[in-house]
């Protein structure tokens, strides 16, 4: 069918009442039942006006399928960036906790090395025989090249 066929297709349907928007202003017939003569009466609601445009208004059509599946990639996307994002800021907490934990270790090993090192330093050489006596001046020697 081509597009000129559509056109005048829809310019019959858009009349059509199914294809009408609904309007909120027009009158309301409603019927009541007189409770003493048991008949019904016909009342017509005067006070809302009544549409009198016989301009047909077009309703808003609905959003396509090509649309709506790239609507929703998009938001996939941007669901998936974010996401992204909330990892990357993670990793990199985690990342910066490590190194203030390697900082904090480092610092306390340093600590027990310089406790091992004067342990050794006011050692008491007067007990030691010969032999301790060398193994203590070389490990004097090594503590004294770390520290300078």
């Known amino acids: 069918m081509n597009s000129i066929g559509l056109v005048t297709h829809w ?3 858009r009349r059509h009442p199914k294809w009408r928007t609904p309007s ?3 009158g309301s ?4 039942k007189l409770s003493g003569t048991r008949a019904y009466s016909s009342s017509t609601n005067n006070d809302t006006p009544t549409d009198t445009n016989d301009g047909v208004e077009s309703p808003v059509r609905p959003q396509g399928t090509k649309a709506a599946k790239r609507k929703g990639k998009r938001k996939e996307k941007i669901k998936a960036v974010e996401e992204y994002e909330e990892i990357k800021v ?4 985690k990342l910066s906790l490590m190194d203030e934990f390697n ?3 480092q610092k306390d090993l340093e600590l027990k ?3 091992l090192d004067m ?3 006011m050692a008491d050489t007067n007990v030691m025989n010969e032999t301790q006596r060398k ?3 070389s490990l004097l020697e090594q503590i004294a090249k770390r520290r300078s």
């Open 11 to 13: 310019g019959e349907l």
């Open 24 to 26: 909120t202003n027009s």
């Open 29 to 32: 017939t409603k019927r009541t």
């Open 90 to 93: 993670v990793a990199c907490r």
């Open 103 to 105: 900082k904090n270790q």
């Open 113 to 115: 090395q310089q406790e």
């Open 119 to 121: 342990k050794f330093i």
């Open 135 to 137: 193994i203590h001046a």
